[in-house]
């Protein structure tokens, strides 16, 4: 079954409710649902693909959800704890516990020794309920903790998708045509790394390309070709 894709306004209506129908959870912040009719809440993409329903905001804000990986802006420290800036309303609370592997003890640990103000933080959300802020962790996988090679790029949090693409279409793409390493996070923080400056210039170009023209038709050719094109230019072809 082809994908239904179209843009919508506030109050338009997107479909009627089906016992078929299986509505995106993160999809339910941009809809009212008044019946049995779905109805538009805010500007935005609206993808039906083989019954599941999909609501892509042209604007977003990120909320977090159990699982996410985000990249996290240490913004502040308190005794215990870090607080990182994860481009939400929300700030998420990163333990020093979580950090040290062992209980913190004060007197005898520098929390900046550790993570200081404008640190980078690659983590998960570990719980999250809207009524605490979120809890974030860098336990259990060795790719997360501090950032501390590459650059960061922010996009819009509803184009995340798009960058990595179905099955990782998209960021195979953008890997295997710079040789750059690329970590996605879901709150619309990318970290990428590459063997020089140059191609990471063309990993933001290609990013900032797929934000721009995210629902354009060929878009996995147009980034292709503005990378094969930007290499070529800068003479690393």
Known sequence: ???????????????????????????????????????????????????????????????????????????????????????????????????????????????????DIGDYVLAKVESFNRLKDPVLTVRGDKKLGRITRGKIIEIEPSRIPKVVGRKGSMLNIIKGDTGCEVEVAANGRIWVSCPNEELEDIVTLAIKLIEKEAFTAKLAEKVRVLIADEKHERGLI
């Open 1 to 115: 079954m082809s994908d239904e894709q179209r843009l919508v306004v506030p109050g338009e209506l997107i479909a009627k409710k089906t016992e078929k129908l299986k509505i995106n959870p993160r999809s339910y912040m941009y809809i009212h649902i008044v019946g049995d009719k779905i109805y538009a809440a805010v500007p935005a993409v609206v993808i039906l693909r083989e019954d599941e329903l999909n609501v892509i905001p042209l604007e977003s804000t990120y909320v977090p959800k159990q699982g996410d990986l985000v990249i996290g802006l240490v913004r502040t420290y308190m005794i215990s704890h870090w607080e990182l800036d994860i481009n939400s309303p929300y700030p998420g609370i990163l333990h020093a516990s979580n950090v040290l592997g062992r209980p913190f003890i004060p007197g005898k640990d520098e929390l900046k020794d550790y993570l």
